[in-house]
């Protein structure tokens, strides 16, 4: 009997010393830190096969810019990193053949001041403005197209299919593409200036009415004359034979 006793009173003793420790133990268990900046050069190092699009982020300064905007902006940001050997595939000093303003636009074009999801994607209203519209006066839109799982991004010049996620949570999205997307604003065929009017050629008019115009002089000139000379010998004539009349 006493041992049932003891057994009843030390149970709820028991609960009530595991519920103290419990919450001891969660009050002291340090607070999880703050997650820090999302840091998009790093995303692209840890995934490798990215180095050319490392350094036109870093040296066009988008990198830090990326990083500002999604601290600032509720709307998030996506990225679509072409591959080292997207840029390798590229003919030959097409780079360094761009303006230091050029290789700004060329990096913005690869972003969209938007988190989009890959199914989004799909949904959008062509063309999707990026980071570049509006520079120099260009439009600098993307096109997606697709169905299911495929989506599909088209420049105008180029159309690649977006098949890796190297970061796919809001607010940023990262999408891995294996050509580069070139703008057509930067990299479309020139309109051929038109060619200028001949010139007129004056001086063979001028003489050619200078010509023209003095021949009907001469004539009257010539006409003049003759007609002088047959009034002259008439009169000759005339005086010749009333001369004659009188002898």
């Known amino acids: 009997m006493a041992s049932t006793t003891l057994c009843l009173i030390l149970l709820p003793l028991t609960a009530v010393l595991f519920l103290l420790s419990t919450q001891a133990q969660a009050q002291s268990a340090p607070a999880p830190s703050p997650a820090g900046p999302i840091n998009i050069t790093g995303i692209l190092d840890k995934n490798g096969q990215y180095t050319t699009f490392i350094r036109l982020l870093t040296t066009t300064q988008v990198a830090t810019q990326i990083t500002n905007q999604l601290n600032s902006s509720t709307e998030g940001m996506t990225v679509f990193a072409p591959t080292d050997n997207a840029f390798q595939s590229?003919?030959?000093g097409t780079l360094n053949g761009l303006t230091d303003q050029q290789q700004v636009q060329l990096v913005l074009y690869h972003i969209l001041p938007k988190y989009y999801s890959l199914t989004q994607l799909l949904t959008v209203s062509n063309p999707v403005r990026t980071q570049a519209t509006g520079q120099d006066g260009g439009v600098f839109g993307l096109n997606f197209t697709g169905q299911g799982n495929q989506v599909n991004v088209s420049t105008?010049?180029?159309?690649?299919?977006?098949?890796?996620?190297?970061?796919?949570?809001?607010?940023?999205?990262?999408?891995?593409?294996?050509?580069?997307?070139?703008?057509?604003?930067?990299?479309?065929?020139?309109?051929?200036?038109?060619?200028?009017?001949?010139?007129?050629?004056?001086?063979?008019?001028?003489?050619?009415?200078?010509?023209?115009?003095?021949?009907?002089?001469?004539?009257?000139?010539?006409?003049?004359?003759?007609?002088?000379?047959?009034?002259?010998?008439?009169?000759?004539v005339a005086l010749g034979l009333t001369c004659m009349g009188f002898f």
Do not use: C, H, M, W
């Open 156 to 236: 105008g010049l180029v159309e690649i299919e977006i098949n890796n996620a190297l970061r796919k949570d809001s607010p940023l999205a990262v999408y891995q593409v294996d050509k580069v997307l070139l703008p057509l604003e930067l990299f479309g065929a020139k309109a051929p200036s038109s060619a200028p009017a001949p010139a007129k050629s004056t001086s063979s008019a001028t003489n050619s009415t200078t010509v023209s115009s003095g021949e009907p002089t001469a004539s009257k000139n010539n006409d003049s004359g003759s007609g002088k000379l047959n009034v002259g010998l008439g009169f000759v």
């Open 90 to 92: 590229l003919k030959a």
